[in-house]
């Protein structure tokens, strides 16, 4: 079984910073590509940032230059440093990962539970 457990989420007013954290767990025998997706109410759910195993990353245009996503291998975590938050990045915030369990031969898509950023003052 694997899990995904990330932490991290919370309140904060715009300009402000957080950093989600998320750590892969259980029977993992390869980790492909790890990333962020959002959903705000009534909203798709869209991609944030993703990295993969080799450390290449990508960001939806409107979080440039302003998040960062990162990953600890040695650790199974992925990271997104998010500064100069603005109000519409409220949002509840999905950690993804592309797992091969062991004893299999194939990689699946795992989420996590889902942290709620809210951007207010």
């Known amino acids: 079984q694997v899990q995904l457990v990330e932490s991290g989420g919370g309140l904060v007013q715009p300009g402000g910073s957080l950093r989600l954290s998320c750590a892969a767990s259980g029977s993992i025998c390869g980790l492909n590509s790890m990333g962020w997706y959002r959903q705000a109410p009534e909203k798709e759910r869209e991609l944030v940032a993703k990295i993969t195993s080799g450390g290449r990353t990508s960001y939806v245009d409107s979080v440039k230059g302003r998040f960062t996503i990162s990953r600890d291998n040695a650790k199974n975590t992925v990271y997104l440093q998010m500064d100069s938050l603005k109000p519409e990045d409220t949002a509840v915030y999905y950690c993804?990962?592309?797992?091969?369990?062991?004893?299999?031969?194939?990689?699946?898509?795992?989420w996590g539970q889902g942290t709620q950023v809210a951007v207010s003052s």
């Open positions: 993804n990962a592309v797992i091969r369990r062991c004893a299999l031969t194939n990689y699946i898509d795992y």
